[in-house]
């Protein structure tokens, strides 16, 4: 069984804050690593995608990748009211469909 | 990133009747697609995968008689559900995979379902 753990939160920053979003997976073959926000009612939108172990930034979007421990990360620097949304982790293990975590719910208070 | 469209946004139709849920990339060829369903507050449910030019794969529990999947080109996937009951009221999310290079996959903005 394919999972991908998230916790629901929420998780509570001030804003100008770094929000630190976290996700585990349990298949070693997974290859690609998604991160998407969904705000209340609207589909998820792609934010970040990493795919080798290490960080790879984005603007204020920072995600962190190691396969070692099986362990993808968001962090979101200078969190706005904006960012106040669900993210959910993704994992594609191999050439397969996407397993989603249930999601993070963050929210950024003024 | 790539752009997804879904049509329509939002359809309210009666007990009995079908309903048809267009799913198109505009800006870049899809050769899976996949539809998703989501319920107020609980996470996105995998329907079914669908491939340009085969039957679709559908997930365990959903009944492939009463959402019909056609995936008919490259850009364009269709989810049809048919004899709606009000128990198929929800939020249907299509999405598609760039297979060119990342494997990325982007969603449609989805459509709301209501059935009285």
């Known amino acids: 069984q394919k999972e991908v753990e998230q916790n629901s939160g929420p998780l509570s920053v001030p804003e100008g804050a770094i929000a630190s979003l976290n996700c585990t997976y349990s298949d070693r073959g997974s290859q690609s690593f998604f991160w998407y926000r969904q705000y209340s009612g609207k589909s998820p939108e792609l934010i970040m995608s990493?795919?080798?172990?290490g960080d790879k930034e984005d603007g204020r979007f920072t995600a962190q990748l190691n396969k070692a421990s099986q362990y993808v990360s968001l962090l979101i620097r200078d969190s706005q009211p904006s960012d106040s949304a669900t993210y959910l982790c993704?994992?594609?293990?191999?050439?397969?469909?996407?397993?989603f975590g249930k999601g993070t719910m963050l929210l950024v208070s003024p | 990133g790539a752009v997804v469209s879904q049509h329509p946004s939002r359809v309210i139709c009666k007990s009995g009747t079908s309903v048809k849920i267009e799913c198109r990339s505009l800006d870049f060829q899809a050769t899976t697609m996949f539809w998703y369903r989501q319920f107020p507050k609980q996470s996105l449910m995998l329907m079914a995968t669908s491939n340009e030019g085969s039957k679709a794969t559908y997930e365990q529990g959903v009944e492939k008689d009463k959402f019909l999947i056609n995936h008919a080109s490259l850009t364009l996937s269709t989810l049809t559900v048919t004899s709606a009951h009000p128990e198929d009221s929800s939020f249907y999310i299509c999405?598609?995979?760039?297979?060119?290079?990342?494997?990325?996959?982007?969603f449609g903005p989805g459509t709301r379902l209501t059935v009285t």
């Open positions: 993704a994992v594609l293990p191999g050439y397969s469909t996407l397993t």
């Open positions: 999405s598609a995979r760039e297979t060119a290079n990342t494997y990325e996959q982007y």
């Open positions: 990493i795919y080798s172990n």
